[in-house]
């Protein structure tokens, strides 16, 4: 028989969950300020209640065993039901306890946290198995980073860590501890800022992992690490080789190692808000006959701010952005070897791509309404299109290059992919993938006569003879531009100045008449 009844209760303090008795009229229920509390005899006129008070932050699960619940601070509790000050605690799970089940035989106790994982505990507490795939979290804020020796995504996982998860198999298949911090949870009245991963990069061979924490803090000076990480082949670990405080003086927003497998030759660069570009390679430490990371060098625009940078495949170059101009530079000397700026699109630089395989030598570039080609060897703009680009993508296996764009009208999200091969007369090809756009059908032109002479025959023709009318044609003393494109073709700083080569390049381009008998 089911009663139904309900109970009006005049307090400040709201529920968050509640659980059942499955065979006693009792009643558990949390509330915003932590407590847990006891009703029995609910349908009865002698109610009774007992409040049991640990957690400062809202209680997000409660259940029956003697009894036990979960908040905020990443804790488990598990009280005697019949004595309030007896509990015993879980402390420091990885994340936020979202619901608590305990087995029949109040053996094992089930515990699912809101990072995507179950945790078994038996009955003293202890923890026996853990049940995990991928760490789900609010955002990635360090992007997603491909590891060729693993063939995993690297991201970033519970707090302070990074997780290495396998797409192919579905599976998480370790985790590294980058902060090497227990997490701080929140207060009721204030928001403690934990120290978070902004940043990660891998070396092409996979041996090398940097990363950036940051603590973000309002009242005090932000606290920024650079760390790199060497991989030990006997261990199967990441181990700590380099810790740097400060690498910056503002937020690091782009790093990147140089695809070099040799480690000697191995370099680091990280761009930060600064307006501040460094440079880091591996030095030799005498004493403990190993390796260490320092900084090479430097540079800034002073007023501009930097763009993350990129390198080729074989990272002899590094391209990065000042504002509107693009510079390229030797990564090895830390040298400037060109300045790039169109004087028709002056947009600050957003994103830098190099192409890949036999395009390595073009480099585009993207702004916030225009993308752009550049030619390395020329020094000179191949084309641009008015695009909105929100991220710029290059594959490293073939010579396609994606951009995702954010158009104006809602939330739709296009991808283009542009091809760098020249194919007959079109410079580039263009594929659009989008959900809003409505397919079209498939038309065809038939012959009216369904005849076999008539499907032979043509809808429309066309006649190429010419008149025999006399013309009088203009040709041009160099018809085949070779002069000019000796000009244009010609590296900038190995030309002559230009008041000695410009009486030729005119005279080349003077168009002169006919002369008529």
Wanted: aromatic share 8%; hydrophobic share 35%; net charge neutral.
């Amino acid at each position: 028989m089911l009663v139904s009844e309900m109970h009006h209760i005049h307090s400040s303090r709201t529920f968050t969950c509640i659980a059942c008795h499955p065979s006693e009229e009792v009643v558990l229920t949390g509330d915003s300020t932590g407590r847990v509390v006891v009703w029995q005899n609910i349908f009865s006129r002698e109610k009774s209640q007992s409040v049991f008070h640990w957690h400062t932050l809202p209680v997000r699960t409660v259940s029956f065993s003697t009894s036990g619940d979960g908040g905020g601070e990443c804790v488990l509790v598990k009280w005697q039901f019949d004595n309030v000050n007896d509990k015993k605690f879980v402390p420091r799970i990885a994340a936020e306890l979202e619901h608590v089940s305990v087995a029949k035989n109040n053996v094992y106790v089930a515990v699912a946290t809101s990072d995507n994982t179950v945790r078994i505990f038996d009955s003293q507490l202890y923890q026996i198995a853990l049940i995990q795939h991928l760490v789900l979290g609010k955002q990635y804020s360090s992007g997603i980073v491909y590891d060729p020796r693993t063939r995993a995504l690297i991201m970033n996982g519970n707090q302070g860590q990074v997780q290495f998860y396998s797409p192919s198999d579905m599976s998480l298949l370790y985790s590294v501890d980058i902060v090497g911090q227990n997490k701080i949870t929140n207060e009721r009245d204030a928001t403690i800022q934990n120290t978070e991963i902004m940043r990660v990069a891998l070396s092409k061979n996979g041996h090398w992992l940097a990363t950036v924490e940051e603590r973000k803090d309002e009242k005090y000076q932000n606290e920024i690490r650079l760390k790199f990480w060497k991989f030990d082949n006997e261990k199967q670990i990441f181990e700590l080789n380099t810790s740097i405080e400060y690498p910056h003086e503002h937020s690091v927003n782009s790093m990147l190692f140089q695809p070099a497998n040799k480690s000697p030759e191995l370099r680091c660069v990280t761009v930060a808000n600064d307006k501040k570009f460094k440079i880091w390679q591996l030095d030799e430490v005498t004493r403990k006959k190993d390796v260490a990371w320092k900084c090479l060098a430097s540079d800034s625009s002073g007023t501009s701010r930097v763009v993350p940078c990129l390198s080729p495949a074989d990272g002899s170059l590094m391209a990065t952005g000042f504002g509107q101009i693009l510079t390229v530079w030797t990564p090895d000397t830390c040298h400037l070897k060109c300045s790039l700026i169109h004087p028709l699109y002056k947009e600050k630089v957003k994103h830098v791509q190099f192409g890949y395989s036999n395009q390595c030598h073009l480099l585009v570039s993207a702004s916030a309404n225009q993308l752009s080609v550049w030619n390395l060897l020329t020094l000179c703009m191949v084309w641009t299109v008015p695009v909105r680009v929100a991220l710029l993508v290059a594959d490293p296996l073939s010579t396609n290059v994606a951009v995702m764009t954010q158009q104006k009208e809602g939330s739709v999200v296009k991808c283009y992919i542009w091809y760098f091969e020249n194919f007959c007369s079109m410079l580039t090809e263009l594929y659009c993938v989008s959900g809003s756009e409505n397919p079209t059908d498939a038309t065809s032109e038939l012959p009216e006569d369904g005849s076999s002479f008539s499907i032979m025959t043509p809808n429309h023709k066309t006649s190429l003879a010419q008149s025999a009318t006399p013309r009088r044609h203009m040709y041009e003393k160099d018809a085949g531009h070779v002069t000019l494109k000796k000009y244009l073709d010609a590296p900038i700083h190995t030309m002559a100045p230009v008041r000695y080569t410009c009486y030729g390049l005119l005279k080349s381009l003077t168009v002169q008449k006919d002369s008529v008998s």
